[in-house]
């Protein structure tokens, strides 16, 4: 569940690769000074220590308030309007399990240095972020549009140059994201999730050694909804196989499979052979 640099390295060669990550500047359209607020509640706080004068993007700590009224914490890394004017594509990352938007920092910077907007969030129970984590439920996919809608009134996005990218919880979560947010024009999924049974519960089987490492660090470093610990249960019990096959596809990439086609969303997809959790399936 660890971070591989050497995986996120590859994040850069393949934005590179498709139409989102075309040379930035191609991007800039009529500049703008100006950002409507509209009526979205946003709350941005400067870091004023790590913003440099020779830096080429400004980074702040931000609050995105959601539709159920919780705060999620987000880092915004928004390139410098005097070294790139106009529009601008932008990246979102999301966390992996156990971390939150700090994970990110290297790469962020990368492309901000670059202009690109990057949005680094914390998924509900993550972080500092509230609520409670739901394993990729209803309200996570619900908030990628809270957080592009967010962009749209606090930054100077090109809405339709935004792309989405996380390693292993985040990875799952950026697949669920190309099949329910139309704004979403490219996706890179590292060690993520295709189908959520297979990983936790294999042939009507639990998977106790890495459920047990999941919630226990789940438990220490987040807020896990108290439906997963009945999940879990059930699964130990085998109390209704057809319920936990019914909760594992609702957050499973590999159900929206001909949503993510009939978008035509450019995927990239790593996972390693060693992954005992995720593997290639």
């Known amino acids: 569940m660890g971070i591989n640099m050497t995986r996120l390295g590859i994040v850069s060669l393949f934005f590179g690769l498709v139409s989102i990550c075309s040379q930035p500047s191609a991007f800039a359209e009529t500049p ?157 999924s590292m060690s993520g999730w295709g189908n959520l049974q297979q990983s936790l519960y294999r042939n009507d089987t639990i998977q106790k050694t890495w459920l047990d490492i999941l919630v226990g660090s789940g438990k220490m470093k987040g807020r896990l909804d108290p439906d997963i610990f009945q999940q879990i249960k059930d699964m130990e019990l085998r109390t209704d196989p057809i319920a936990t096959r019914v909760w594992a596809a609702l957050r499973s990439p590999e159900t929206y499979i001909e949503q993510i086609n009939a978008r035509g969303v450019p995927v990239f997809l790593e996972n390693s052979y060693l992954d005992a959790l995720f593997p290639p399936l």
């Open 32 to 188: 703008s000074n100006t950002i409507s607020k509209g009526s979205i509640q946003t709350s941005i706080a400067p870091a004023d220590s790590q913003r440099g004068l020779l830096d080429p993007y400004n980074i702040t700590n931000v609050k995105i308030t959601t539709h159920d009224n919780l705060q999620l914490d987000g880092r915004l890394y928004d390139p410098k309007l005097s070294r790139f004017p106009g529009k601008r594509p932008a990246l979102i990352f999301t966390n992996s399990w156990t971390l939150d938007e700090y994970e990110y920092e290297i790469q962020a910077r990368k492309f901000a240095a670059k202009g690109y907007i990057v949005l680094a969030y914390s998924t509900r129970g993550f972080g500092g972020s509230e609520g409670f984590v739901t394993v990729a439920g209803p309200n996570d996919v619900r908030d990628f549009s809270t957080v592009i809608d967010w962009l749209e009134v606090n930054t100077r996005v090109n809405p339709d140059k935004i792309g989405m990218s996380g390693v292993s919880y985040g990875a799952g979560l950026s697949l669920m994201a190309a099949a329910f947010e139309p704004r979403i024009k490219v996706v890179a």
